[in-house]
């Protein structure tokens, strides 16, 4: 049969592969536990959502909704879906349609894969992981200030740092209605230095061109009117509750009223932590209110917000990490003769793995000597070797793969009767880890 050619993956959507696993799993492991000191439980939503959800609570003239989405029409029924570009609104359309407020406020998050049609570069992929962390029905501003705090928690239980934080507040429906009569005057003034996607804007969201990444418009960006000056009592007082209970925490953060956030949705409260150390895209972190979506999508008016880390930014950041100290997850590797040797070997695996151990036994063919390479390069403490003179004597040789005083014993293979060989391994085990 001719070769056939290789299919590769979707670019822009990558692979997990078994090598970085470990650093996966360990980072999964402390997000778990750090959402669940804050009271916050998990909610699973589906990843396909119909499209008409995104459009609605993300809004219609935003880059995720006009060019990034990744929409389709099921051929078998006809629905417009879209594979979720984030997680907000699939959370808050699954809070209305179980009516889970409707006995107070909720705090939820996810994990998992989103989807967004952009350009690929490093940091930037169109299947990316989020942490997504949602408070539904809290005017804040505490809980506004828990989101912040509990950030800067979770970069310090990490090792990551230095990351700064960058606050903002949008005010209300009524206040960015006001500033935005005037940014349209102040970019009319200046329609000629504006570029194309600008100038698209100009008229159906003007607020986003104060985020375009366009050098060319940074003058103007900079001088036009600031909507911290179009914010009224409420507003400022809940800015100023924030930064009050930010500042009293000890969070270092500036205020930069030009952060205005890529969806539609948000109100009062918006921030973005960023790093230095990974390039151009170096928010690991965004997030803010948005009282509006609940309505928006079909539910009671009703307060929230939220913010989604970008989980492969924060691992990019964690890797850097030397000094990160992640278990191979194999406590013990198995190596037998084959032959006779092989199911007391596989048995024997079984009654370590009994007594709670992480066991890999040897499978195949391979001589002894190459399988204790793969034991070591397994990372186990120990290897349990099943010769054949072994098995004649009713026993197996242990012997310590990683030198240490509490592996001493077990320097030089050391024989074994192999029904005390699972006792041995955990009193050597638990010598190891107590080091
Ligand atoms: P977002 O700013 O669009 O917010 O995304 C949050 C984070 O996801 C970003 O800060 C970044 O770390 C990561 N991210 C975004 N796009 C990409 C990409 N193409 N490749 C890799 N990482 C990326 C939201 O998604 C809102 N739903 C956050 C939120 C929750 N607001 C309220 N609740």
Redesign the pocket.
Known sequence: MATQRKIAGVRGMNDLLPADAALVEWFEARVADWVRSYGYRQIRTPIVEYTELFVRGIGEVTDIVEKEMYSFEDRLNGERLTMRP???AGTVRAAVEHNLVYDGPKRVWSIGPVF?H?RPQR???RQ?D?V?V?ALGFAGPDIDAEHIVMLARLWKTLGIGPVRLEINCLGQAEERARHRVDLIAHFERHADRLDDDARRRLHSNPLRILDTKNPALAEVVAAAPRITDYLGAASLAHFEGLQRLVGAAGIAYSVNPRLV???DYYNLTVF?WITDALGAQG??????R?DPLIERVGGKPTPA??????V??VLELLGAAADLEIGSGTDIYVVHQGGATAEPAFLLAESIRDRGLDVVCHAGDASLKSQMKRADASGAEYAVIVGESEVAAGAAAIKALRGSDATAAYAEQRIVPLAQVPDALVDAMTVTESE
């Open positions: 984030e997680f907000t967004r952009e940091g930037r992929y990316f989020q997504n949602e956030r890529g969806l973005e928010t690991i972190c965004g997030g803010g948005y917000c939220g913010y989604a880390i970008g492969a930014r």
